[in-house]
């Protein structure tokens, strides 16, 4: 009797990028930067074998794209169906592209038995260019810092990985209407982005290092809200020249400096947005605020609002074996 595989589902959970430390390399190393699974938002699929290659649920170019390059690089079969049951909004800030890349990848390693590390596969679908984060969340969840690029560096390597609070929450505020930088877009603006200043890169490693992270392991959320918001502050005015301000939408902007006034803290925008996150503790004032956000902000229909909590284990794997006799 032999067991063969017969599914392989893979979860990826979205990731929130709360931002770089160093974009300029100025103490060394270029980048370096700071992120949280989420639990609410993920990237759910199902691998199993077919007499040819075929897509269900979710409609994803990117999906099959990813899967038909992986299996020409691997040399292995494309006979294969891909069930996508939940996807990550692309483009929105929440590491959409790394997490279906690493989901595939992994679901291509379990059903042929390839035994690839998650770093394996972000080398091969190159990702972790620049942030190391959407790696290190798939790997061991919770808030991650990676250590930024060196000269040797294949993918940053996590120098911090950390439980965040169960009663934590974040809020994560949408704008339906845009996308932030990304692809050749991206790239094109890290090339004119000024240099980032030595003395700030500096200041923002102290913070991280001496403030946020000690704060996260005593569970003080003011105290590391307030790190956070220091660090995503400076970073967005440094990008203001390339997305139009320190928030890409203004809208999100100004329901972010709202719930700031009530006493929401780590206020920033994850990644190159638009969306935009803070966080709160309890489950009762996170609700409270969101009410009061869609109550206030019901004139702005393109806006809408999400609340998450940490995941703090990584990306899952589930394999449904069949016996053959």
């Known amino acids: 009797m032999n067991v063969t595989p017969n599914k392989i589902t893979v979860i990826a959970p979205a990731r929130l990028h709360m931002g770089f430390i160093d974009l300029s390399g100025s103490l060394g190393r270029h980048f370096g930067s700071i992120g949280v699974a989420l639990n609410e938002i993920n990237t759910r699929l199902t691998l199993s074998y077919a007499e040819q290659l075929t897509l269900s649920g979710l409609p994803s170019e990117r999906a099959l794209l990813c899967l038909q390059q992986l299996c020409h690089a691997l040399n292995i079969p494309d006979k294969l169906h891909l069930e996508l049951s939940s996807v990550i909004p692309e483009h929105v800030g929440l ?82 209407r845009g996308q932030g930088l990304h692809g050749k877009q991206e790239i094109q603006a890290f090339k004119e982005l000024p240099p980032f200043p030595q003395q700030e890169a500096a200041r923002l490693c102290y913070l991280l290092m001496m403030q946020g992270l000690p704060a996260l392991a005593e569970g003080d959320i003011q105290l590391f809200g307030d790190a956070i918001t220091q660090l995503q502050t400076s970073v967005g005015e440094h990008f203001a020249s390339a997305q139009g301000g320190v928030f890409t939408s203004q809208e999100v902007a100004s329901v972010m400096q709202f719930l700031q006034q009530q006493g929401a803290v780590a206020i920033g925008q994850t990644s190159w947005g638009p969306t935009g996150f803070c966080a709160v503790q309890g489950v009762e004032l996170a609700e409270r605020l969101k009410q009061q956000v869609e109550n206030d902000y019901a004139y702005c229909e393109n806006l809408s609002v999400l609340i998450a909590s940490a995941r703090n284990s990584g990306g899952e794997v589930i394999v449904e074996r069949t016996l053959v006799r």
Do not use: C, N
Request: glycine residues 14%; proline residues 4%.
């Open 95 to 176: 590491g959409s592209g790394t997490q279906m890349a690493i989901a595939v990848g992994t679901a291509l390693s379990a059903f042929y038995d390839l035994r690839l590390s998650v770093r394996d596969i972000a080398q091969m679908t190159e990702r972790g260019a620049r942030s190391g984060i959407g790696i290190a969340t798939f790997e061991q969840g919770g808030l991650v810092v990676d250590g930024g690029r060196g000269k040797h560096t294949l993918t940053p390597p996590v120098i911090s990985r950390m439980t965040v609070p169960e009663d934590w929450r974040f809020i994560l505020v949408f704008d339906r």
